[in-house]
């Protein structure tokens, strides 16, 4: 529901805050006053047409804020939606706001953060309906007016046994058309994965195999210059020449002389010790590099090996994966692929059974589905045509339209057709109204605005006030063109659909503003040469005497009237107090 309402440098409204209850709200006030205009903030604000005109003259800028309640009813979406664009705050309030400025940039803000006018139009849907001058119109919306009368006609098991056997037969036809599109290039495909596969397993490749190699291929092309430096490293270490002895040799006359040492000091065993080990690792480094040297082939021949290995696994890597893994994850996958082709015909043969045992599944559930909802449509037709006789349309007429359209790839019917179907079952469906008498059915979208328009609205609203989950309605000139026993009539159907949703409503006739649970004066002042918009909250005798003035001059008579309404009021509801 709609909490709080801020408008500054709004046409005529300089500034205005306005917090607002559940239940029936009513604005009143002489025409011109600025009642629309505060209609026209929010549909501006839910992403309505902002123009530079509309910013009060001498300002800058307009702003316009609104405190939203999520009723649970319509949480679930409402968090999708905030969730998916990371807007969520308080799980149970949110903050929208439009901009204006005269430099025609406009900014729209929900819980601070700038988004794009679609993301607020697409929140508003489901938080305000506005039925007026200018509507913002879930009911002129035909693509809702399917979930209306589902709603209406509480089909969600039956629909929600469709959907899971809609879903099973779109997964199949998916892969049936894949299949279907894979078969005409079955033959080349099959070809083209058989040679890569024969490619990559002839080569047969192994993990780590490519760095082995390149080891190899470096120790055979610098054969000679490693053997080089090997023999002049064992020259030093271990073989010597009588001039210079070699470093094992004068590391063992340390040792001996340490060894020595030691006998005579017990103190430099350690040292003796450490000698030992170190001549011992000499001799271990000298076997290691003869091991080396040994190992050591000049192999023109392996190095051509080597290289065409190395290559190989290249060529490889560009056309199938940037390592042996990879490569090797490729050919697998290309088996995979060609054990489908291979088994294609067996798999969509497979699947064209599955889709001949769902679709009958499909057109049982769809019929159930239709019959629930032409049931409710003529109870909603006969319940519809009592409200609108109440609202003093006793010629109007209600029908929802059936519409199924024959496509040879549907779901069979009983008597030989087979019509399209969606995840919303066999039906197309459209609310259509004749307001007058010989008018004929015309389609709801299409009938004239006004108030005529938000009559129908208000019953259609009233007879489907459980199924529609938008939890603020609000009403412009509803009253126009009835007389004040009508507008009882039409204030007892407000108040009656605000026992379900929050109403706000702008009248002219005191018997339909005594309805309000909590009612808004607009008045129009001039201050310094200015004209600007004044909004009082009224109650008790305040609100009487508004009441009074709306059916003519202040005296005791219409006071007596406004008091006498306010009590028969009273009686309908069962209020106790106003």
């Not at 500054?8 to 006030?29: H, M, Q, R, Y």
Request: hydrophobic content about 40%; some cysteine; glycine content about 6%.
């Amino acid at each position: 529901m709609l909490a709080e309402l801020r408008i500054e440098n709004f046409a005529i409204i300089d500034s205005l805050e306005l917090s607002f209850k559940p239940g029936l709200v009513i604005f009143t006030g002489e025409t011109g006053a600025g009642k629309s205009i505060i209609i026209d903030a929010v549909e501006t604000l839910l992403g309505g047409r902002a123009e530079t005109t509309m910013i009060r003259s001498g300002a800058e800028r307009a702003q316009i804020e609104a405190t939203f309640r999520i009723p649970s009813q319509v949480q679930e979406d409402v968090h999708a939606i905030l969730e998916r664009e990371q807007l969520l705050d308080d799980p149970d309030y949110l903050i929208l706001s439009r901009e204006i400025r005269s430099a025609g940039r406009n900014t729209a803000r929900v819980n601070g953060r700038s988004v794009n006018l679609a993301l607020m139009r697409q929140l508003g849907e489901f938080l305000v309906d506005v039925h007026g001058q200018s509507e913002h119109l879930s009911l002129l919306r035909v693509r809702q007016h399917l979930d209306l009368l589902d709603r209406y006609a509480d089909t969600g098991e039956l629909l929600n046994d469709f959907r899971q056997s809609y879903r099973e037969l779109v997964s199949i036809r998916r892969e049936l058309n894949d299949l279907r599109r894979a078969e005409s290039d079955a033959v080349r495909r099959a070809d083209i994965l058989t040679y890569q596969i024969n490619e990559i397993d002839s080569a047969r490749l192994h993990p780590g195999e490519e760095q082995n190699l390149l080891a190899e291929r470096n120790r055979l092309a610098n054969a000679e210059e490693l053997s080089s430096l090997i023999q002049a490293s064992l020259l030093a270490l271990d073989e010597g020449t009588p001039e210079s002895p070699s470093a094992t040799d004068l590391f063992g006359r340390v040792v001996d002389a340490l060894n020595d040492l030691s006998r005579l000091d017990a103190s430099q065993t350690d040292n003796a010790e450490q000698a030992q080990v170190l001549s011992d690792n000499l001799t271990e480094l000298a076997r290691s590099l003869r091991l080396y040297l040994e190992g050591i082939e000049f192999n023109p021949t392996r190095l051509d090996q080597v290289e065409e290995r190395i290559n190989l696994i290249h060529n490889l890597t560009r056309k199938y994966g940037e390592t042996i893994p990879e490569i090797l994850e490729f050919a697998a996958d290309a088996r995979r692929q060609l054990h489908s082709i291979s088994h294609a015909s067996e798999r969509m043969q497979e699947l064209h059974s599955l889709e001949k045992d769902l679709l009958p599944v499909l057109s049982q559930q769809g019929q159930s589905l239709s019959h629930s909802r032409h049931v409710a449509a003529q109870k909603l037709k006969d319940v519809l045509e009592i409200e609108l006789a109440d609202l003093r349309m006793p010629e109007a007429h209600f029908e929802v339209d059936f519409q199924q359209s024959q496509d040879p790839d549907g779901v069979p019917l009983p008597d030989g057709r087979q019509v399209a179907f969606d995840a919303n079952g066999l039906d197309r469906i459209e609310f259509l109204i004749a307001p007058n008498p010989g008018e004929g059915l015309k389609p709801l979208v299409k009938i004239a605005s006004g108030g005529e328009t938000s009559r129908l609205m208000l019953a259609i609203k009233n007879v489907l006030a459980r199924a529609d989950h938008i939890p603020a309605l609000i009403f412009d000139e509803i009253d126009q063109g009835i007389g004040g026993r009508v507008g009882a009539i039409v204030g007892y159907k407000l108040w009656h659909l605000a026992r379900l949703h929050q109403v706000l409503c702008i009248t002219h006739l005191p018997q339909l503003a005594a309805f309000g649970e909590q009612h808004f004066q607009v008045q129009k002042q001039f201050q310094e040469d200015r004209t600007i918009t004044i909004v009082n909250e009224l109650n008790d005798e305040a609100r009487i005497k508004e009441l009074a003035q709306m059916m003519g001059e202040l005296s005791d008579g219409t006071l007596h009237s406004a008091r006498e309404i306010m009590q028969t009021v009273e009686e309908m509801t069962e209020r106790k107090s106003v």
